[in-house]
């Protein structure tokens, strides 16, 4: 038999001591949710890529997967294909749609195949690296690399007449950019008077149509500055955002997986024993040897069993 667990636990608040209350759920207003490897802040669990990991609440958390799928069809029900589905959910596609989804990593590109999956006609993916992109025009989207367009939101409005229906921020925090902006935010970081550089939020908000829909799977950590707050009110956005709701997702998905709707494994690039981990860690964050996820056996050459 096998099982996939959530990498959040919804099933309760997050446990913390006073003081954790007293700085990260100050900071938040409330502990939204407990999630694995997640720090203190999400309630101090441990890490679930080991050779064994402690699930709380395994009476209803970890999912039965049916006999003859193959685990790589089914190992990112865990955490990146519900949460790019949740992303595209957010943003209230409706069949026809265009729909702008900023980053081309592994949970962008579930988001953007999730936007054709809830009706979306038209995907664009904005991102700068080469493979990313093409990963994202052979799952349909039309893409653009912003290092080569002078201004992503009016490059938007050129492709769509009106802006895009629905944006969505698979970016968060850690932008990248060539504008002015970017270096303020990092400055800024630097200084320690803003935690996070929302570029493409600040860009999503601009770009959206009037009325539609900005989507936020990509995470933030704290307080940003010059959140073009004017537009959104404006021109009638409505935004929603939040940590995915996995127990909500991943039933439903695996029915998809297994009626062939989707075949989450062609995001895999790279595979590796779990010693290797930390290395796979340093390739992927440097973006190296067309890194888009990499898969851990926890098994193999282990050194302890």
């Not at 958390?61 to 193959?70: A, C, D, R, S, V």
């Not at 007449?161 to 629905?166: E, L, Q, R, W």
Request: charged share 25%.
């Amino acid at each position: 038999m096998e099982i996939v667990f959530s990498a959040s636990v919804n099933s309760g608040p997050a446990v913390t001591t006073p003081t954790r209350i007293t700085g990260w759920e100050k900071l938040l207003g409330s502990s939204p949710s407990g999630l694995f490897g997640y720090t203190h802040m999400m309630g101090g669990y441990a890490g679930g890529q080991a050779q064994y990991a402690r699930v709380p609440f395994a009476d209803v958390g970890p999912l039965k997967i049916p006999e003859g799928i193959p685990d790589d069809k089914v190992v990112f029900l865990s955490d990146i294909f519900p949460t790019g589905y949740f992303g595209a959910l957010n943003a209230d596609i409706k069949p026809g749609d265009t729909v702008a989804i900023w980053g081309c990593g592994p949970v962008a590109q579930f988001a953007m195949r999730s936007a054709f999956m809830l009706g979306a006609e038209r995907v664009i993916a904005i991102d700068r690296f080469d493979y990313r992109l093409r990963l994202a025009e052979e799952g349909g989207a039309e893409t653009i690399n912003y290092e080569q367009v002078g201004d992503v939101v009016e490059t938007l409005k050129d492709m769509t007449g009106k802006g895009p229906d629905s944006c969505i921020d698979a970016v968060g925090m850690e932008a990248h950019d060539n504008s002015v902006m970017y270096f303020v935010d990092r400055a800024k970081q630097a200084m320690k008077t803003e935690t996070d550089r929302p570029i493409a939020l600040r860009q999503a908000i601009k770009a959206c149509r009037k009325g539609g829909t900005v989507s936020v799977p990509g995470v933030y950590g704290g307080f940003d500055d010059k959140i073009p707050m004017g537009a959104f009110m404006n021109k009638g956005l409505a935004m929603k955002t939040g940590q995915t709701h996995m127990m909500r997702f991943m039933k439903p998905l695996l029915d998809r997986v297994e009626n062939g709707d989707i075949d989450p494994s062609f995001v895999i690039s790279h595979r590796a024993p779990i010693d290797q981990a930390p290395e796979m860690y340093r390739i992927f964050c440097d973006k190296k040897d067309n890194c888009t996820k990499v898969v851990l056996d926890p098994w193999a050459d282990a050194k302890a069993a």
